[in-house]
């Protein structure tokens, strides 16, 4: 008897990694620029965060 199907949260987790993947190298192609910007970058995963300079070290 072979054993049950699971799905772990690693698969569900792979998956949705390699759909974010395909999702950026569709825009990608799409581009007229050499290089997604930042800002496309997270237009297209859907990341709405405010970018702030990296916080120096005193």
Known sequence: MA???T???QD???LAEIEL???LIIAASAADEERLSP???DEVLK?????SPPSRLE
């Not at 990341?47 to 970018?51: Q, Y």
């Open 3 to 5: 054993p049950p199907s």
């Open 7 to 9: 799905t772990t949260v």
């Open 12 to 14: 569900h987790v792979a």
């Open 21 to 23: 993947c395909g999702e």
């Open 39 to 41: 800002d496309r970058i």
């Open 47 to 51: 990341v709405s965060a405010e970018r």
